[in-house]
C-alpha cells in the first residue's frame, strides 16, 4: 500500500531494505574483516583507542571465557559499565557467546540493580570498579555466579573481591581470538533484554531479537546516509540506553566508522571532542542541544564538521533546533523510538536545505516501518489525517515481546502492532507529530493540557535553560500546569514575567499556573528530564 510519507523520502533512502538475516555481531565481524586497521573506538577521557581487528578479537576471546566458564547460549549477561572500550568488547564478546546482554544504567542505585539482576535471572555480571560497592551490596541476593571487573585500564588492574570475582582485562589475553561455534537464529533468538526507563512505571524488559536490532542499526545507517568508513561518532548517550547502543554503537559498528566515547555529558567536554575529533553525526536529546547552545563559550568552538544529529527521547524545542543549526551548519532533525522498537522507527529527513524537514515534527517512518494514528479510548478505529489519537507502529524492528510478562505483552501487542502510549497525530504528507505521552496527559477544567505545547513556548524565552512542566492537583480543576525552570547562567526572571510571556502565546487554560525554578532538573540516565519524578513530588505535597 502506497503511503504518503514516501513523497518526502530522502534521495537515495529506499522503502524497504533487505535486511539480512544475521547475528547482531556479524557488523563487527563484517567492518572487522573490511577495515581491519580503522580506529573503530576512542576513548575521548584517556584517548586509548581500538582498531576494528582488534576490537573484534578481544570480542571473541571475552566470548570463550564465557563459554569456558560455564555460561550457555540464551543466559543473560548483564553490563554495569559506562561509556567506555569495555563496554563495547563485552556487548559483542556476550552476543558472540550466544548469551543474550541486558545492560545496566551506570547511574542506577541498589534497588535498580538488584531489580534488573533478579527479573532478568542474569548468571554473569560486567561491572566497572567504581560501580562494584554497589553489586557488593545487594550480591547475596542475586543469582550471579561470576563477576567481571574492568578499571577502565588495561594496564591498571582492579582491586577484587575473594570469590568469583576476575579481572575482565587481564582474563581476556587467556583464550584464543577465534569467535566459539555457537548457532544463532536471528529472528527467534534474543540478542537483547532491554529494560524501558521506568518513566512511567515499573521498568520491563524488551526482547530484542538479533534481527531487531540489526535492522534497525541499518535503518539508521540508511537513513542518515552515513558514508562508509568515513563518519566520526560522538557518543556521549549511555550505551546502557538503547538509543545510545543503536545509533551511537551498532549503526556506527555497521558503517564502519569510529566511535568517540565520553563517560558523561559536559558541555566544554563535548566542544572540546567535536572540535578535536572532528565529529560528523552527534545523536543526542533535547537537554543536551539545549545546554550547547545556551553556552556562553559556545562561539569559539568550530563545530561545522558536524553533518548530521538527531535528536530523541522528548520533543526537540524548534529554538533550541534552530540555534544549534546556525552553530553547526549541520542538520539537526528530531526522530522517534522506544526501547520496544530497538528503538528507532521515525525521523525527519536529513535535509541540508531543511525544505523537507517540519519543525516540531518525528518526521517519517523509516524504511518498511508502518504507523496510524488510532482512537485513544479503544485503539481500534484508525484516525484520519490532523485528528489525535494514539500511535502504533509495525515493523522489523519490533520486539517479540516483554519478558515474563504475558499480560502486559497482550495490551502493547494487538494485531501484529505495538501501541505505544504516545498521542501523536499525523498530517496529509505523512509526518507525525508526538502531542505527548498518554500518562503525562494534564486534564484541567475537562480541557485536554499536553505539557509538551507550553514547555516548547517556555523554551522561547531567551533565559530559559530547561524546563519542565507536569499537572498540579487542584481541587476546583482537578489539575493544573506546573512549571520547572531552569535559567541560564547570569539570567533573571520572575514567575509573572514568565507568566506574561505564556499568556501572549497560549490559550487560557494552557497558562501555567505557577512557576518554580531550580539550579537543575532531574534527569534519566539517556538525559531526558524526569517528569514523573516532578509530579510524584507535586502528588506527595497534595496528599499531606
Not at 586497521?37 to 573484534?56: F, H, N, P, Q
Not at 527467534?188 to 526482547?207: F, I, V
Not at 505523512?430 to 477544567?445: P, S, W
Not at 498540579?472 to 547562567?489: N, S, T
Amino acid at each position: 500500500m502506497e503511503r504518503p510519507w514516501y513523497r518526502f523520502y530522502p534521495e537515495g533512502v529506499p522503502k524497504s531494505i533487505a535486511y539480512p538475516e544475521i547475528p547482531l555481531h556479524a557488523l563487527l565481524e563484517r567492518s572487522a574483516s573490511t577495515y581491519p586497521e580503522k580506529v573503530a573506538v576512542v576513548s575521548g577521557e584517556s584517548g586509548y583507542r581500538l582498531t576494528y581487528r582488534e576490537l573484534d578479537n578481544l570480542a571473541s576471546r571475552f566470548a570463550n571465557a564465557l563459554v569456558d566458564m560455564g555460561a550457555a547460549k540464551g543466559d543473560r549477561v548483564a553490563l554495569f559499565l559506562p561509556n567506555i572500550p569495555q563496554f563495547l568488547i563485552a556487548y559483542y564478546g556476550t552476543l558472540k557467546a550466544g548469551c543474550v546482554v541486558t545492560t545496566i544504567s551506570p547511574l542506577a542505585r541498589e534497588s535498580t540493580l538488584l531489580f534488573q539482576l533478579n527479573d532478568s535471572e542474569a548468571e554473569t555480571l560486567v561491572v566497572y570498579e567504581p560501580l562494584l560497592p554497589v553489586f557488593l551490596k545487594v550480591a547475596s541476593s542475586t543469582a550471579v555466579k561470576r563477576v567481571f571487573v574492568t578499571s577502565g585500564d588495561a594496564s591498571k588492574p582492579p582491586q577484587l573481591p575473594q570469590g568469583n570475582f576476575y579481572d575482565f582485562d587481564a582474563i581476556l589475553s587467556k583464550y584464543p581470538p577465534e569467535p566459539p561455534k555457537v548457532e544463532i537464529h536471528p529472528k527467534s533468538d534474543l540478542a537483547c533484554l532491554q529494560y524501558t526507563g521506568g518513566t512511567t512505571g515499573t521498568p520491563k524488559g524488551a526482547m530484542l531479537t538479533h534481527f531487531n536490532m540489526v535492522s534497525d542499526a541499518i535503518a539508521f545507517s540508511s537513513w542518515t546516509k552515513c558514508r562508509p568508513a568515513e563518519e566520526v561518532f560522538l557518543t556521549v548517550l549511555p550505551l546502557s540506553h538503547i538509543f545510545g547502543m543503536t545509533t551511537s554503537m551498532n549503526a556506527p559498528i555497521y558503517a564502519a566508522g569510529t566511535i568517540v566515547l565520553l563517560q558523561k555529558f559536559d558541555v566544554k567536554k563535548v566542544l572540546d571532542t567535536i572540535q578535536t575529533y572532528g565529529i560528523t553525526v552527534f545523536c543526542g536529546v533535547p537537554t543536551m542541544y539545549a545546554l550547547i547552545v545556551a553556552s556562553p563559550d559556545v562561539q569559539s568552538y568550530n563545530l561545522r564538521s558536524v553533518r548530521c544529529c538527531i535528536s530523541g527521547g522528548s520533543p526537540l524545542p524548534p529554538e533550541v533546533q534552530k540555534k544549534f543549526i546556525q552553530l553547526t551548519g549541520g542538520v539537526l532533525v528530531e526522530g522517534y523510538g522506544l526501547t520496544e522498537c530497538s528503538p528507532g522507527t521515525h525521523t525527519n529527513p536529513v535535509d541540508p536545505s531543511m525544505k523537507t524537514v517540519k519543525i516540531g515534527s518525528i518526521g517519517l517512518p523509516w524504511p518498511d516501518v508502518d504507523a496510524k494514528i488510532v482512537d485513544l479510548e479503544t485503539g481500534s478505529k484508525t484516525l484520519p489525517p490532523g485528528e489525535v489519537g494514539e500511535l502504533v507502529i509495525k515493523g522489523p524492528q519490533v520486539m517479540l515481546g516483554y519478558w515474563k510478562r504475558p499480560e502486559e505483552t497482550k495490551e502493547v501487542l494487538r494485531d501484529g502492532w505495538l501501541y505505544t502510549g504516545d498521542v501523536a497525530k499525523m498530517d496529509e504528507d505523512g509526518y507525525f507529530y508526538i502531542v505527548d505521552r498518554k500518562k503525562d496527559l494534564i486534564k484541567c477544567k475537562g480541557y485536554s493540557v499536553y505539557p509538551r505545547e507550553i514547555e516548547d513556548v517556555i523554551y522561547e524565552h531567551p533565559a530559559v535553560k530547561l524546563c519542565a512542566v507536569v499537572g498540579k492537583p487542584d481541587p476546583i480543576a482537578g489539575e493544573v500546569p506546573k512549571a520547572f525552570v531552569v535559567l541560564k547562567d547570569g539570567a533573571q526572571l520572575t514567575a509573572e514575567e514568565l507568566i506574561n510571556f505564556l499568556k501572549e502565546r497560549l490559550e487560557p487554560y494552557k497558562l501555567v499556573k505557577e512557576v518554580e525554578f531550580r539550579k537543575e532538573l532531574p534527569l534519566t540516565s539517556a538525559g531526558k528530564v524526569h517528569r514523573r519524578l516532578l509530579r510524584e513530588e507535586e502528588l506527595s505535597k497534595s496528599s499531606k
